[in-house]
């Protein structure tokens, strides 16, 4: 695929790989982008053509390990991932790009820390909290680069989290609608996404 020159002098994203990709979500592309900056990878899994196209829908999903990979039921990253890749999959064009940033930024380490916290009581914010880190260490402006070098003019973002709308309208992304995703809660989560809600305001 055709992709776009930063808008920097010095780029700090650089596209470095693509291949077709069938998945049980519908045949999409997967591309690698190196990022110089923090010296990580980040992937996307790209449907159709995206050159110059408007209201793209587009999620950005942040990495987790015990949700993405181990199916775990304490989160519903894994629920929203899936949906986002079907929603794409079902639609002419569309993004998904998976960040290297597990647990809302802290890393995996610090993640099961926090995780250790809940087990005695604490909420997803106060366990952020008790570790030294704010409840959201995460940015978007390498996404919001990637997106730019793909071609896409604007955004409809799938997300319930209202940070993620305005991280990217912040790094100069058009976000021109908001699909929100919408998954069913389990015994183990269903405090984690009342957390969410009401002390992160998550659109639940």
């Known amino acids: ?4 020159e930063s808008r920097t002098s010095e780029p700090s994203v650089r596209f470095v790989a693509e291949a077709r990709l069938p998945s049980r979500y519908g045949d999409f ?27 793209v829908p587009v999620r950005l999903h942040s990495e987790c390990f015990t949700g993405d990979v181990m199916g775990s039921l304490k ?5 929203q991932l899936e949906a986002a890749l079907s929603y794409v999959g079902q639609h002419e064009r569309g993004a998904v790009l998976y960040l290297p940033q597990e647990g809302r930024g802290i890393g995996l380490a610090n993640k099961i820390r926090a995780y250790a916290l809940q087990d005695r009581g604490l909420d997803t914010v106060e366990a952020n909290l008790a570790l030294g880190f704010p409840d ?5 402006d390498t996404a919001a680069e990637i997106i730019r070098l793909l071609g896409i003019r604007s955004v409809a973002l799938l ?3 209202p940070s993620k709308l305005a991280g990217l309208a912040r ?7 908001h699909i929100p995703l919408r998954t069913a809660p389990n015994p183990h989560n269903a405090f984690y996404l009342d957390t969410k809600r009401d002390k992160s305001g998550h659109r639940l």
């Not at 695929?1 to 776009?4: A, D, S, V």
């Not at 591309?31 to 053509?49: I, K, P, Q, S, T």
């Open 1 to 4: 695929m055709q992709l776009h």
């Open 29 to 55: 592309r997967v591309l690698a982008f190196e990022c110089a900056a923090d010296g990580l990878d980040y992937g996307v899994m790209a449907r159709g053509d995206l050159e110059g196209a408007e209201n």
């Open 75 to 79: 989160c519903d990253c894994r629920d």
């Open 136 to 140: 959201d260490l995460r940015r978007y």
């Open 159 to 161: 997300t319930n989290n």
């Open 171 to 177: 790094a100069g992304i058009p976000v021109q609608s």
